[in-house]
């Protein structure tokens, strides 16, 4: 028998968008119902630059990649247009170390390359003091040894140091 879950039964947040309300483990993989999960980022948060980037600094060094992608994706969704590409490329980082120590490779290989490509034209200007070549060189050596791993790494030990 199969069982199915009717519409009112799914999660929902105040304006209807679905919302998988399942605690997660430190990678951002759902747990069963009722389980104790690494506490979510709340979405929808603006934070200064400098709070995003030390917010997901200190996620990344606690080896929690997938909440650290949430905190960029606040700030790609609400920093000025100019900086954009710059935030949704860093999301793109983390999610690329997600993968790897998921052990998705092929996803891994492609996000760290495609957040790299992102943040590249940023590397003169240096945002916020991002120190984006050093991060292009980081994302470029991870993507050609994840296909190598014979084991999925620990996401603490990927972590890039955004700023010195």
Same mark, same amino acid.
């Given at each position: ?89 860093? #999301?793109? *980082? !983390?999610?690329?170390?997600? +993968? ?7 996803? /891994?290989? $492609?996000?760290?390359? @495609? ?24 994302? #470029?050596? *991870? !993507?050609?040894?994840?296909? +190598? ?7 603490? /030990?990927? $972590?890039?140091?955004? @700023?010195?």
């Amino acid at each position: 028998m199969c069982h199915t879950r009717s519409v009112a039964d799914r999660d929902r947040d105040t304006e209807g968008r679905a919302r998988n309300a399942r605690p997660r483990d430190g990678l951002g993989r759902p747990l069963p119902r009722g389980a104790t999960g690494v506490p979510r980022q709340p979405e929808g948060i603006t934070r200064t630059p400098e709070e995003t980037l030390r917010e997901a600094q200190q996620l990344l060094d606690e080896g929690k990649p997938f909440h650290a992608h949430e905190v960029f994706e606040d700030a790609w969704k609400s920093g000025p247009d100019t900086e954009r590409q710059l935030w949704r490329g860093l #999301a793109q *980082l !983390a999610v690329g170390i997600t +993968h790897a120590a998921r052990g998705n490779r092929t996803g /891994a290989v $492609a996000l760290l390359r @495609r957040g790299a490509d992102n943040i590249a034209p940023f590397a003169d200007a240096r945002p916020h003091g991002i120190e984006v070549a050093a991060l292009c060189g980081w994302a #470029a050596a *991870l !993507a050609e040894s994840v296909p +190598h791993h014979d084991t999925p790494p620990d996401p603490a /030990a990927l $972590a890039p140091r955004l @700023r010195p």
